[in-house]
């Protein structure tokens, strides 16, 4: 089974979107004059770097993720440790994953009685491949000196059939020498910063430059620690939960129960509680100024909007933006700007530390959340559908109907 990991594509929507859009390959770059020497001696920088990576007993590391695109500028990180050949933990967003005695284990936050199991079968970096859909590079490292697959992995994949272009000795921001790696690819170029003397990895820039696609930066900063263990040790104990075989199931399902109360700011600064709301059919539809579906699906909630003001039935909506990843007077400042631009008739509430997300446990964006009178989940629609205006009028009148209005 190959599964997601959430924090991954909540960050790489920003690259994917427009990329999608493309429908002619990427134009190549004039080719450059390349140093076959300095090559050379770039591919034994990284290939000594690999045995660092294999040589070490333990390793923690956090990289923090920066993805500069024409929407702002997102930021979110990712936790690894790796002990041995076997243990790993990663941990992103509201989800960790653990590996550990031929198994690998999935918890969500907020999910306290369940806990998803996997087998490891061949090699870790391999199996973590299959099973969450890509491998952190620490752990590829240490299984691999393929110039092509570290390459891939030290980039995350964001720089398609990357190559070493050039090699020169740099400065990092600490003023300790690094050896600066050159970049190349169909879609853009980059660089890789080795630290010259421990041969760990520090930074990854990528800069996408594709035909009929606005040019993005992403920069991957790794703080890495080499050490005899870690901690906490990498364990995993199910307790008294569930064991299940799928991330689906750790998915929390609101539909029929009662709806996550919450109080949140509008962007005039007023605020709006849930539970207050009883007696109407509340629409939340959970957005952020960066997922490109999001934006197709707004005009289309704006639509239903208006329909649901017309129409004088007891009907709320709003828009609730989530997942910024930016300090909370630029996400106030973006927001309020995207708002004031499109015109939208219904408000949207501002959850700056997307502790009402979490209640809802919903993991990919838009995501729609019929509430009905009684408070409770009446139905939840996620993606874009071009149909919405018309799924959320009959939701409405369902919602009613079943509460005797």
Known sequence: MRVAVAGCIVLCAALASPLVAQETPPEAAPAKPVDAEAVKK???????????????KAISDTITFTAKTP???QKQQMNVAVQGSDHARLAVDDMTFTAVGGSLYAERKGIDDKFAQFTVEGDLATALGGEIGFAPPQIVARSTDDIARLLEA??????????????????????????????????????LHINAD??????????????????MSFTLAYA????????????????????????DELKIDLTGKA?????????DGSKVTLSELKGNVVILDFWATWCGPCKMALPKLNDFAKWAKDSGKPVKVYAVDVWERTKPEETKKAVSEFWSKNGYVMPTLLDLNSETASKYGYDAIPTTVVVGPDGKVFAVHTGFNPEMADELKKNVEEALAAAGK
């Open 198 to 215: 421990s041969l760990l990895v520090e930074k990854a820039t990528i800069r996408m430059k594709m035909t009929g696609a606005p040019e």
């Open 224 to 247: 890495p620690k080499i050490s005899d263990s870690v901690s906490p040790a990498i364990a995993f104990e199910p307790g008294s939960r569930q064991k299940v075989s799928s991330l």
């Open 71 to 73: 929407d702002g500028e």
């Open 42 to 56: 770039a591919e034994g920088v990284l290939k000594d770097s690999a045995k660092a990576y294999a040589s070490a």
């Open 154 to 191: 030290w980039t995350f994949g964001m720089l398609p059939t990357p190559a070493i272009s050039g090699h020169a000795m740099g400065k990092s921001e600490a003023g300790e020498a690094v050896h600066q790696i050159a970049l190349s690819s169909p879609a853009g170029d980059g660089e």
């Open 259 to 267: 709806a996550p109360d919450f109080t949140l700011e509008t962007l």
